[in-house]
């Protein structure tokens, strides 16, 4: 049962353009979700979060959006950049903080941005 | 660069074998954790150790184990190696704000 969901495998988007990328989460109890990017051969690194108490959280150019009623967040990248290309996981988890905080990761999606 | 170091990069091995997976977590991180990414699937929880003791348990297989040692790095047991284990498998270290940092992986290809 996937409890985080990237329905899209891939995404392509041309150099400037905004990317979106999407995430559908099933559990009520998640509170706290993460965007994580990672190039090939590397681990994934943290790239950005947020809290459910929020709806966005923007850091330069990666803003985050929550819709907790649709269980829906997405990743905006603008203006996409061709080091951006990589593969993005959503994950979220139910408490943030804490050593007993694990989190569940969608499957990822791929994201080419062309020039 | 993460903080987090995993050995061997990359495993090669035959099916009914057993391999050891090593990780060393950042420096001052109390808490490691291991995923497994298979193709086509997300990084799956398997285990998390806190401070040498096992905090939490994920979908992690009865013929794998893990534990943490008291410098703190860890070790992931896989034996009676099946096909289907051949996968990436991560570590990550946590700090105190939960962040996760995870390490290059570990690539496991099962013959």
């Known amino acids: 049962d996937q409890q985080v969901k990237q329905n899209s495998p891939s995404l392509s988007v041309q150099e400037g353009r905004i990317s979106i990328l999407n995430c559908d989460y099933t559990?009520?109890?998640?509170?706290?979700f993460l965007w994580y990017k990672k190039y090939p051969a590397e681990g994934p690194t943290f790239l950005i979060s947020?809290?459910?108490?929020?709806d966005k959280n923007e850091d330069g150019r990666f803003t985050v959006f929550l819709n907790k009623s649709a269980k829906h967040l997405s990743l905006h990248i603008v203006p996409s950049q061709p080091g951006d290309s990589a593969v993005y996981f959503c994950?979220?988890?139910?408490?943030?903080?804490?050593?007993?905080?694990?989190?569940?990761f969608g499957t990822g999606t791929r994201l080419q941005v062309t020039l | 660069d993460s903080g987090v170091t995993q050995t061997p990069k990359h495993l090669i091995t035959a099916t009914g074998q057993r391999v050891t997976l090593r990780c060393s977590p950042r420096?001052?991180?109390?808490?490691v954790y291991w995923y497994q990414q298979s193709l086509d699937q997300g990084l799956q929880f398997l285990i998390q150790?806190?401070?040498?003791?096992?905090?939490a348990k994920g979908n992690i297989l009865e013929r794998f184990s893990a534990q943490q040692f008291p410098d703190l790095h860890s070790e992931l047991n896989l034996s009676s190696l099946e096909l289907g284990d051949s996968a990436l498998y991560f570590c990550?270290?946590?700090?105190?704000?939960?962040?996760?940092?995870f390490g290059e992986g570990s690539r496991l290809t099962v013959l």
């Open positions: 990550a270290s946590s700090s105190h704000t939960g962040e996760l940092f």
């Open positions: 559990n009520s109890m998640f509170d706290y």
């Open positions: 947020i809290s459910s108490i929020k």
């Open positions: 994950a979220a988890s139910a408490g943030r903080a804490g050593t007993a905080s694990k989190l569940t």
């Open positions: 420096s001052g991180d109390l808490s």
């Open positions: 150790y806190y401070n040498g003791e096992e905090r």
